[in-house]
C-alpha cells in the first residue's frame, strides 16, 4: 500500500508540473520572473515530467514488477535537481533583478526524489523480480 500511493504521489505531482510547464507556460514564467526567453526550457522540462507522469501512471495500472530503473532514474533526477535547485535558488541567478526564486525549486525535487526512495526500499522484493 505504501508502495502504490508514493508512486500515485510521483505520477500526480509529475503531471501536475508537466500541466505547469507545458500547458501554464505563461503563468510558471511570471511566477518565478523567468522571462520570455525560457519558454523553451520550461516546455522541454514539462516533457519530462509528462514522460515520466504517464510512465508512472502506466506502472500503476499493470504492476511494478521489473521496474526498478523507473524509479531509480527518477530518484537520481530529483536528487540531482535538489542539489542544482538549491545551489541555483541560493545563488546569483536568485538575485537577477525581476527572478522570484523560491525554495519550490529544491524542495519539490526533494520531496520526489524522498517518494522514489521509498518506492525503491518498500516495493524492493517486487521491482527487482
Same mark, same amino acid.
Given at each position: +500500500?505504501? &508502495?502504490?500511493?508514493?508512486?500515485? @504521489?510521483?505520477?500526480?505531482?509529475? $503531471? *501536475? =508540473?508537466?500541466?505547469?510547464? $507545458?500547458? %501554464? ?9 523567468? %522571462? ?10 514539462? &516533457? ?6 504517464? +510512465?508512472? #501512471? =502506466?506502472? @500503476? ?7 526498478? !530503473?523507473?524509479?531509480? =532514474? %527518477? *530518484?537520481?533526477? #530529483? ?15 536568485? !538575485? ?5 526564486? &523560491?525554495?519550490?525549486? =529544491? ?9 522514489? #526512495?521509498?518506492? @525503491? ?9
Amino acid at each position: +500500500m505504501i &508502495t502504490k500511493t508514493a508512486i500515485a @504521489l510521483i505520477a500526480i505531482g509529475n $503531471i *501536475f =508540473y508537466a500541466y505547469r510547464c $507545458i500547458l %501554464g507556460t505563461r503563468a510558471f514564467i511570471d511566477q518565478y520572473g523567468m %522571462g520570455d526567453g525560457s519558454a523553451f526550457m520550461i516546455k522541454l522540462a514539462g &516533457t519530462f515530467c509528462a514522460g515520466l507522469g504517464f +510512465m508512472l #501512471a =502506466y506502472v @500503476l495500472m499493470t504492476g511494478i514488477a521489473g521496474t526498478w !530503473e523507473l524509479f531509480t =532514474y %527518477g *530518484f537520481v533526477q #530529483a536528487a540531482l535537481l535538489t542539489v542544482v535547485g538549491y545551489q541555483t535558488v541560493n545563488g546569483p541567478w536568485a !538575485e537577477v533583478e525581476g527572478v522570484k526564486a &523560491t525554495k519550490e525549486g =529544491y524542495m519539490a525535487p526533494a520531496v520526489f526524489a524522498v517518494l522514489n #526512495a521509498v518506492v @525503491l526500499f518498500t516495493g524492493a522484493e517486487t521491482l527487482y523480480a
